[in-house]
């Protein structure tokens, strides 16, 4: 079965770094591109950031563009987010998916990211 299951989220403040993790199973995970996407509270969900199946081709949404990167180890069947300069409006649960956002058919069940002094 397809298993993604987030980590590394937690409290930071303003300013500050997380490394999310998402650690896949149950298929060709090279063969896929992996996708970030987020939800804050009483917001709608929301793309954070894209890797293409082989990790040369990064896609981020404006709000995050400068300031996150995404990055994959296929060998380690495992996709990352690196978050830096964190903002109070980056707090949410942040999920991976398979495949492109609006494509994706699997998601993880997210990591909490809170961002406050």
């Known amino acids: 079965e397809v298993q993604l299951v987030e980590s590394g989220g937690g409290w930071v403040q303003p300013g500050g770094s997380l490394r999310l993790s998402c650690a896949a199973s149950?298929?060709?995970?090279?063969?896929?591109?992996m996708t970030w996407a987020r939800q804050a509270p009483g917001k709608g969900p929301e793309w954070v950031s894209t890797i293409n199946s082989g990790g040369y081709s990064t896609y981020y949404s404006d709000s995050v563009k400068g300031r996150f990167t995404i990055s994959r180890d296929n060998a380690k069947r495992t996709v990352y987010l690196q978050m830096n300069s964190l903002k109070p409006e980056d707090t949410a649960v942040y999920s991976c998916?398979?495949?492109?956002?609006?494509?994706?058919?699997?998601w993880g069940q997210g990591t909490q990211v809170t961002v406050s002094p």
């Open positions: 149950g298929f060709t995970f090279g063969a896929y591109d």
């Open positions: 998916a398979k495949g492109l956002y609006a494509a994706a058919d699997y």
